[in-house]
């Protein structure tokens, strides 16, 4: 974003706080700006440098909605967002829609729309909602924002009510999604794909040399040992990068249930979102010594996949002045690879990750508002399956580099109804999906990566 268009954010921001919620008008503005400072021992975190201690995570936002009908609304919302190497402050819309609630138990959005998802994906972004800096990470990344923002499609929702047994609010929903070659995720995809294709071409010529030995007649043992030696005189090399992201399915809902029990609420939610990859054509050099040669292989450009899957099972209790929060996330990955010439399958990633988290918020009053967290996530299972074999891309690594745990202890204090600080500290156990600039996310084999270690945020922000 530039800095004029910063200065026209706040200046609206300036002229219309004052009377924003009071306001009858049928057009409403509103608005946030907030501004962290991180600081992390051992390890980096969220952004480059952070070691050092880094401002780069700030956030400007304008959100402008009309009530066109008692039963018809539309809004949209503008951002500027400052994410370590992400972003850079670029003005993007975050999503923009027309929602008409015919009743309270039928509802219809169409546009780009916020995803519904687990309890809190909805307000991600709103900071006077949060009792932390951040929403828990294991189940919230920052990192796969783009997966989870927002779909571009249509969604029914409502709520039905029951005097016995509570109400129920529903969200479903069937669209697609834009994503930019340069966001985490795709970095992190490209990456994932150049693992894959490196087992699959190391397998597949490791049982070509093979078989080429055997044929010679050498026994199993003996054939075996001549082509450890020829691989580890082997170089593998290519270049693998994917240029575009098209989704060709995206659909979920969710569904929660507001028990009798006062402030009690439970829910499940579920998402797959479909994703082809495409990228120039990929050559893998295969250099091995006499007589096997050097051989070049076309490999797959074109890959279906993305995170085709994603469920969580989620529960909130508001007691008196207590909050507690959990919610259980699963994510399957399913990706296959296709041939450059025959578009036949020739290689398959699977990938299963777990995470969940426990949080405790106490609001001592109106001002002080004390958290606690419990987060973790685990890489439960990451393989290759090629026409050659199965390869564990995990395998050979420590148990601290796949998963990650996090107890937090926070502070916030509410100046007023505009302005809030919040303080943390995290002490962190393991390496899993931290995406920093010195790690490869997808064996976590991070040069200097420290397995204990810890980082401080602080925060400002205002909202009107």
Not at 26 to 48: T, Y
Not at 208 to 234: E, I, P
Not at 249 to 257: A, C, D, I, K
Not at 442 to 451: K, P, R
Request: glycine share 8%; hydrophobic share 35%; aromatic share 16%.
């Amino acid at each position: 974003m530039k800095i004029k268009h910063i200065f026209v954010i706040i200046s609206i921001m300036l002229l219309t706080s004052l009377n924003a919620q009071e306001s009858e008008n049928p057009v409403k503005v509103h608005g946030f700006m907030g501004q962290s400072f991180i600081f992390s021992q051992e390890n980096d975190f969220l952004v480059a440098n952070s070691e050092k201690g880094s401002h780069e995570l700030n956030e400007v936002g304008l959100t402008i909605t009309s009530q066109i009908s008692p039963k018809f609304r539309v809004g949209f919302q503008l951002l500027s967002r400052d994410f370590g190497d992400l972003d850079n402050n670029k003005t993007q819309l975050d999503w923009a829609f027309a929602d008409y609630r015919y009743k309270d138990y039928l509802g219809v959005r169409f546009g780009r729309v916020k995803l519904p998802y687990g309890l809190y994906n909805e307000g991600r972004d709103t900071d006077i909602l949060r009792p932390m800096v951040f929403l828990p990470q294991s189940v919230y990344d920052e990192n796969y924002r783009p997966y989870l923002l927002a779909y571009q499609g249509t969604g029914i929702y409502g709520n039905y009510s029951h005097d016995k047994i509570g109400s129920f609010d529903y969200n479903f929903y069937s669209g697609g999604m834009n994503l930019n070659k340069d966001e985490m995720v795709m970095r992190v995809t490209n990456d994932i794909a150049s693992s894959v294709v490196y087992a699959g071409v190391q397998k597949a010529f490791y049982q070509t040399v093979m078989n080429a030995f055997l044929g010679q007649g050498l026994s199993a043992a003996d054939a075996q040992t001549q082509t450890g030696l020829v691989m580890g005189a082997t170089t593998f090399d290519f270049a693998y990068e994917y240029t575009e992201a098209r989704c060709t399915q995206l659909f979920g809902g969710t569904l929660f249930w507001n028990t009798p029990v006062n402030g009690l609420r439970t829910g499940f939610s579920f998402t797959r979102v479909d994703l082809d990859f495409y990228s120039p054509k990929t050559i893998a050099t295969i250099d091995a010594p006499a007589p096997f040669g050097t051989n070049t292989l076309n490999f797959t450009k074109k890959r279906d996949g993305g995170i085709p899957a994603r469920w969580a099972v989620s529960g909130e209790w508001q007691y008196n002045t207590f909050t507690f929060a959990s919610e259980f996330n699963k994510t399957t990955l399913r990706q296959n690879f296709y041939d450059e010439t025959t578009l036949a399958k020739t290689a398959k990633l699977e990938r299963d990750e777990i995470s969940y988290y426990g949080m405790l918020s106490w609001m001592m009053n109106d001002q002080i508002t004390f958290s606690l967290l419990y987060d973790f996530v685990k890489i439960d299972r990451q393989e290759a399956i090629t026409p050659a074999g199965t390869t564990d891309l995990l395998a050979g690594t420590d148990d601290w580099r796949n998963q990650r745990s996090d107890i937090a202890f926070g502070g916030r204090y509410d100046f007023n109804s505009n302005i809030t600080f919040k303080a943390e500290y995290h002490l962190m156990n393991g390496y899993a999906k931290v995406y920093s600039e010195y790690l490869d996310p997808i064996d976590n084999s991070a040069a200097g990566a420290e397995e204990n270690w810890s980082y401080a945020i602080f925060k400002a922000s205002y909202n009107f």
